[in-house]
């Protein structure tokens, strides 16, 4: 499988931005699909994941309430809405997909990476 994610940019704090992520390869309807994010000088970070049909998501708590994952299996693709984007947001985020969402937290359960995009949040 090849993930290639896109849709990041500069935006101002309280702006907003889609990120998608396009998979190739083989479908990825029986994956769950996860965002996670690095900084510079810091780990990489789960951001969100979804579920195989879509039907459940979670979040990291730094995200809840202003960012929404969803999936289009139809066409290999995973989202990101962001809003409410605020300076801390600012890295580079890439998507990944799972088995499932068991341990989802865990970059270890990711087999799949994208390449990453940049998003980038002035104050």
């Known amino acids: 499988v090849q993930l290639q994610a896109s849709g990041g940019g500069l935006v101002q704090a309280g702006g907003s931005l889609r990120l998608s992520c396009a998979a190739s390869g083989r479908p990825v309807s029986s994956y769950a699909w996860g965002w996670f994010r690095q900084a510079p000088g810091k780990e990489r970070e789960f951001v969100a994941v979804?579920?195989?049909?879509?039907?459940?998501?979670y979040y990291a708590d730094s995200v809840k309430g202003r960012f929404t994952i969803s999936r289009d299996n139809a066409r290999n693709t995973m989202y990101l809405q962001m809003n409410s984007l605020e300076p801390e947001d600012t890295a580079v985020y890439y998507c990944?997909?799972?088995?499932?969402?068991?341990?989802?937290?865990?970059?270890?359960?990711?087999?799949?990476w994208g390449q990453g995009t940049q998003v980038t949040v002035s104050s």
């Open positions: 990944a997909t799972a088995p499932s969402t068991l341990e989802y937290e865990s970059l270890g359960r990711y087999d799949y």
């Open positions: 979804i579920s195989r049909t879509g039907a459940s998501t």
